[in-house]
């Protein structure tokens, strides 16, 4: 198994950083990460800046983004709980991932968008 890149010291740090609110660019710029190593780091760790609490539950606007070279499809409502039940029923994200029609990444990611979401709301009580 190859070495990690990042120190879980890093890792924590990038995300203490995100919890008081510094953008990624500041925290890969700060640590020298990446701008993507940094935002799926925070968001692995569930590290979040406080004013992402205002965020909407859906992004407007189209269902299908392009993002460099390739095209993005956002969640539905219905894939969101398809994932949600798989998940709860014991499903691994590689069986997820090909009942839905996306990439594993994409699943493991969802998720933990899907997580901190719940999160929020518990918070607001």
């Known amino acids: 198994m190859p070495a990690r890149k990042y120190s879980d010291t890093l890792l924590d740090r990038a995300a203490a950083m995100r919890d008081e609110g510094h953008s990624y660019t500041a925290i890969s710029q700060r640590l020298g990460i990446s701008y993507g190593a940094a935002y799926w780091h925070c968001l692995r760790l569930g590290a979040d800046s406080p004013r992402a609490q205002r965020s909407r539950e859906h992004a407007p606007g189209p269902r299908v983004v392009s993002r460099g070279n390739h095209q993005v499809r ?7 709980r398809r994932l949600l039940a798989m998940e709860l029923d014991g499903e691994t994200v590689s069986a997820i991932a090909r009942a839905l029609g996306r990439k594993p990444n994409s699943i493991t990611g969802r998720l933990m968008t899907l997580a901190r979401r719940e999160a929020r709301r518990e918070l607001k009580g």
């Not at 956002?74 to 969101?80: G, I």
């Open 74 to 80: 956002r969640f539905t409502d219905d894939e969101d």
